[in-house]
């Protein structure tokens, strides 16, 4: 996420009209249980049917617990669709809640979960010394259990200095942070801010896989988690979860922002769509 390419990412946007095409068609075997397409009139906030706002610098205030440098809103200079049939999360340089950074997160927690399933998502993330965009889950069970009882399936995430590899991860009570079950994945050319990817969790009972643009490039079964000694946590509900984080722990010292790092930068959502396997296929 490098500079004069990111301005476009946060202005070029808004121009055309909403999406135009067909009805979606689920993928063979699947059937659709959820989706938002963010079509709506620019400048609105997702659908509060859909998406919670989580607001603030984390329940303790230390960063939503990786010392992350900004503060969520729910402010339309942070989030709000694009007018085009997009949601963008937008990270802005500026003092609000004692922090030097605004952006935001959105949640589905408390308004839909899957229990098993496809969860996918077509993003533009953007990149620069900084930025930590992501789209990953929660169990539904959170505060009953806490984390990381409860599981975490991180779908996307992106170092803003890395701007050509992403990376899938599971996380659980013994093998959570800088100890989850992690794979990289690099294009062969060009970088993730871009152009739009489609990112997808695949999850079943007993394995979950990872892919971009259809290539899968993880797969984790529970025999090789608990043939290792650690937990399978992932046999309950999940929430989904879309945020724009600027600098934090998993950023390392040399990922940090910087004084060269270009504001307002967004990450463009253009769908996210879940889906249940039919029965009998």
């Given at each position: 996420m490098r500079a004069c390419i990111r301005a476009v990412v946060v202005i070029g946007l808004c121009a055309c009209g909403p999406k135009e095409g067909p009805?979606?068609?689920p993928p063979d075997g699947w059937t659709q249980v959820w989706a938002d397409e963010?079509?709506?009139?620019?400048?609105?906030?997702?659908?509060?049917?859909?998406?919670?706002?989580?607001?603030?610098t984390g329940p303790n205030g230390?960063?939503?617990?990786?010392s992350e440098l900004q503060t969520y809103t729910g402010r339309p200079e942070n989030v709000a669709l694009d007018g085009a049939g997009h949601l963008q999360i937008t990270?802005?340089?500026e003092s609000l809640g004692g922090r030097e950074y605004t952006s935001a997160r959105v949640t589905t927690q408390g308004l839909f979960t899957l229990h098993y399933g496809r969860l996918e998502a077509r993003i533009r993330v953007p990149a620069g010394r900084g930025l930590w965009p992501a789209f990953w889950m929660l169990g539904a069970d959170i505060k009953e259990v806490s984390w990381p009882r409860c599981g975490e399936i991180d779908v996307l995430e992106l170092r803003g200095h890395q701007p050509a590899t992403v990376i899938s991860s599971l996380h659980g009570p013994e093998y959570s942070g800088g100890g989850a079950i992690s794979k990289k994945f690099t294009l062969a050319e060009g970088t993730f801010d871009q152009d739009f990817h489609l990112f997808r969790a695949e999850w079943d009972p007993s394995r979950i896989s990872f892919s971009v643009?259809?290539?899968?490039?993880?797969?984790?079964t529970a025999h090789t988690v608990i043939g290792g000694g650690r937990t399978w946590v992932f046999d309950s509900p999940?929430?989904?979860i879309l945020n724009?984080?600027?600098?934090g722990t998993f950023l390392t010292p040399s990922g940090q922002p910087d004084?060269?790092?270009?504001?307002p930068q967004a990450m463009t959502i253009d769908f996210v769509r879940a889906f249940e396997r039919t029965p009998g296929r």
């Open positions: 009805p979606i068609q963010f079509d709506g009139p620019a400048g609105s906030a997702p659908d509060p049917a859909s998406w919670v706002l989580e607001t603030g230390d960063g939503w617990g990786n990270a802005r340089r643009d259809d290539q899968v490039f993880q797969t984790v999940f929430f989904a724009l984080a600027v600098g004084p060269a790092t270009v504001f």
